[in-house]
């Protein structure tokens, strides 16, 4: 690591492919931010997951936009979650949909709402359904109406019920007729009486058969009049 910080900047540029996927952990949190600056995109690429593992939230909010979009999506698991706090909503904003698509369950979940706040709807639209459900409560509450908008039928299938029983009211009524239409009956049974109470008539209406066959009498009663005829009208 001693040898790699002593390298001048011109000297820290003309490293090959080879020498770069080299370095180690420590390598790479050794460099300061001036030889940082001198990697080119494909410098970046050519770094091993294991030296891009060494990157520090200094050294990651400081690359540039062309760098992080250089970013492999093999090597985006890599990031620790000490090093994703640096990034900028920004940056988050910047990495394309295929970085995007590469977060882990812990990295997604380590997200700050600024961060979240970033994402992009194209972006969101990119992530499985298994990374939507990887979203914490207050991350989804984060979600602005266009983020919230861009989630699309296939992912609201990985919203576990706890997710849905816990978000506050606003962002639990922003959710359109077809995204609650693409909830299982086994989403929509789990439904707290409470949450249920707080859907509109419209998104009530969007309900299959299927799912209000699965509403528990508790659930129903819960509901007020013009709820259940939002109800009996869905399965009409």
């Known amino acids: 690591a001693t040898q790699i910080a002593a390298l001048t900047d011109t000297q820290i540029a003309s490293l090959s492919s080879d020498a770069l996927y080299g370095l180690t952990a420590d390598q790479v949190a050794g460099l300061s931010s001036g030889q940082l600056s001198e990697f080119s995109a494909t410098m970046i ?16 909010a400081s690359l540039t936009e062309t760098q992080i979009g250089a970013l492999r999506a093999t090597q985006i698991p890599a990031l620790s979650l000490e090093a994703l706090a640096g990034l900028t909503s920004e940056q988050i904003g910047d990495m394309s949909t295929t970085q995007i698509a590469a977060l882990q369950r812990m990295q997604i979940r380590a997200l700050t709402t600024s961060q979240i706040d970033g ?3 194209e972006q969101i639209a990119a992530m ?13 509450e984060s979600l602005s109406e266009a983020q919230l908008a861009a989630i699309t039928s296939e992912q609201m299938t990985g919203l576990s019920a706890n997710q849905l029983n816990l978000l506050g009211v606003s962002t639990l009524q922003l959710l359109s007729a077809v995204q609650l239409d693409a909830l299982s009956t086994t989403q929509v049974s789990g439904l707290t009486s409470t949450m249920l109470a707080l859907l509109t008539t419209t998104q009530l209406s969007s309900l299959t058969a ?3 066959d699965t509403l528990s009498d508790a659930q129903k009663s819960a509901l007020s009049d013009e709820q259940l005829a939002a109800l009996i009208s869905a399965i009409s």
């Open 128 to 140: 499985s359904s298994s990374q939507i459900g990887d979203f914490t409560v207050a991350e989804l």
């Open 119 to 121: 994402l992009t709807g």
């Open 45 to 60: 690429a050519s770094l091993s997951a294991t030296g891009i593992g060494g990157l520090t939230s200094s050294q990651l």
């Open 210 to 212: 299927e799912e209000v």
